[in-house]
């Protein structure tokens, strides 16, 4: 009982909560709460969405297009004929499973590719670093958009469609988890117990993966969170520029609100507002998650408990913004 | 590490810059910080076209179905789509060297030829928004670093991931909602009135870049009528980096106010304020010097969503309108030229960071 107790308190983000204090504790509840939130949506959308994303009609007939929120679609419907609230629910669940796929699959290809750059060394360290350096500094979006053309030719179904926006953003994410777990492995190589290793006759991947790997993930819940986040924003981005979901397959945010600029134009503002707010919260709350966790993982930043007194004696590393901080441990 | 991309923002540790030489380190790091933007360029060139043929010719994807099948194997074969692949490559790698970026196949247009046309809009679009994102994101750091860890640091931390987690088309579509239809103060989209438009496309020698042209013209109507068309779209964009320039201002000038020779200052009597706004500030700009040149990528990526939503005719309008007519050498052509922007403007950024920090060199 006890082993399990304490390894519950060493799982990443419970044992940052327990570190937490004031009003970093009251982000990191808020965040964890939203998304908590927004996961149970996910989770639940098929018993309460009161319509399903792509229906038109029910027993009274069609829904009719643009209508303000009333009894019956209580966020209005979209200048498709679709009910607003339904499909923000559905959203949702577009949203997570692009998240987990994107950053599942931009965390294998990432994590592996540092490691291997890091600890291998030589000409293939240089190549993949000027690669990741030269991906890196390009505007993200403009590369999600070519990578969407190349894997669905810009339209696609529920499933192809969130594996092209998925794929779309792991292109843009395998850079940042490349560096981070570059870094680490070239510190952690050099340690003693890697040497010791190598002494006793392990082979180079058991180095690499038993003994480097597992000492160099510990920032990596941070980075997962932000880049959620920023999965978030690609995914709606690419939807408003055309490259989403179709909105038979899927409910998405981005398509949504790219339907309703013209909507707005004549004052229709239910069509836009509801999916846009939906993002800002989700992002919103896994920012806040990925934020308090980069504060409590730094020791310059984090709210002591006893000495309430801040005293960062350079904040320089911790300078940079959201989606950058991840890069703190270079 | 060979950076190309961001320098670090953490300045290297001082003193290990090899003075006794003097002025040639900084020749030399320019010379290869000029040399990198071509590994730079050649790698998203590259990646880019590789990309792009995987999926087959383009113009089979943007004209298939519309031909006949005998049209559509002449036209591939004029354009040359039908050799070897490396061979295209090549020749494409020699056209950009020399500044052809193709030619759109819909409607025939030199991409070189959308750049002169509508670079001068989006340079206009992203200037506006640095400006913002300076005007709203300087002071508002320096407040939340002056009242660090009480209520309006906690309000202005809000404020900027609220800024970082709205994304710019939503942004957009909200300010117009409210400024452009509810108060009806400002108009809902492009980049002048009819009638400005029209006369600027009878002005010789015009700059594209509206302001410009609007002053030339010296009439304040025609300049209130360029400007208010900018205010939206330009808060829009400069929001997103604004909330990225808050954080970055608050962290800084707390790290600097901890200083050895901020604390002499502040025995000496210096106000609090005073030392927020002069004495840890100028410390703190470098950073900052260093990130602009990352948020360029990232407002070049945002004018994109923020032009097609305000319908600002520039490059990322343009974009937007081949990606929606499946003209995929028009995107290839602009995405390589936003390519070479991009790493223009870093080596420029860079410069600038080093010749201000002597302490950021290799």
Known sequence: ?330 | MTTVAPAPVAPAPAGRARRDRGGSTLWRYLLIRFLLIFPTVFILVTMVFVLMRITGDPITIALGGKLPPDQLAERIHQAGYDRPILVQYFEYLGHIFTGNFGTSITDGQPISQILVTHGGATLELTLYALLVAFVIGIPLGQVAAYFRDRWPDAVLRIFAILAYATPVFFAGLLLKLVFAVWLDVLPVAGRASTRTEILFSTMPNRTGIYLIDAIRTGDPQIIGDVLSHAVLPGVALGLLTAGIFLRLVRTNVIGTLSRDYVDAARSRGVSEIRLVRKHAWKPALIPIITVIGLQIAVLLGGAVLTETTFEWKGLGFELAYYLSKRDFVAVQGIVALLAVIVALTNFIVDIIAALIDPRVRY
């Open chain 1, 1 to 330: 009982m006890r082993g399990l107790s304490r390894l519950w308190n060493r799982l990443p983000v419970v044992h940052q909560f327990k570190q937490s204090i004031g009003l970093q504790r009251g982000m990191l509840v808020a965040g964890l709460s939203i998304t908590g939130f927004f996961l149970i949506i996910a989770a639940l959308a098929p018993v309460i969405s009161p319509y399903r994303f792509n229906q038109l009609r029910d027993a009274n007939g069609l829904f009719g297009a643009q209508k303000p929120p009333s009894g019956a679609h209580l966020l209005g419907t979209t200048a498709g004929g679709y009910d607003v609230l339904s499909r923000v629910i559905w959203g949702t669940q577009t949203a997570f499973l692009v998240i987990i796929v994107a950053v599942l699959l931009s965390f294998f290809a990432g994590v592996f590719l540092g490691l291997l750059s890091g600890y291998l060394g030589g000409w293939l360290d240089r190549v993949l670093v000027v690669i990741a350096d030269a991906v890196y500094a390009f505007p993200s979006l403009l590369l999600a958009i070519v990578a969407a053309i190349v894997i669905s030719g810009g339209q696609s179904g529920l499933w192809s469609g969130i594996l092209a926006a998925a794929i779309s953003i792991t292109v843009v994410f395998i850079p940042q988890y490349f560096r981070v777990i570059r870094a680490e492995t070239i510190r952690i190589k050099s340690e003693a117990f890697v040497e010791s290793a190598k002494v006793i006759g392990a082979s180079t991947p058991r180095i690499m993966f038993r003994h480097v790997l597992r000492n160099s993930t510990r920032t990596l819940p941070l980075i997962l969170t932000l880049n959620s986040s920023e999965a978030i924003l690609t995914l709606a981005g690419l939807g408003f520029l055309g490259f989403g979901i179709e909105p038979t397959a899927a409910a998405e945010w981005g398509y949504d609100l790219n339907k309703a600029v013209s909507d707005v134009t004549s004052g229709i503002w239910w069509t836009s507002v509801f999916p846009g707010v939906a993002i800002v919260l989700v992002v919103l709350g896994v920012t806040l998650v990925g934020e308090s966790l980069n504060d409590l993982a730094d020791p310059r930043l984090r709210t002591r408990r006893r000495a309430a007194a801040q005293t960062p004696a350079d904040a320089m590393a911790a300078s940079q913004p959201v989606s950058q901080a991840a890069e703190d441990v270079l």
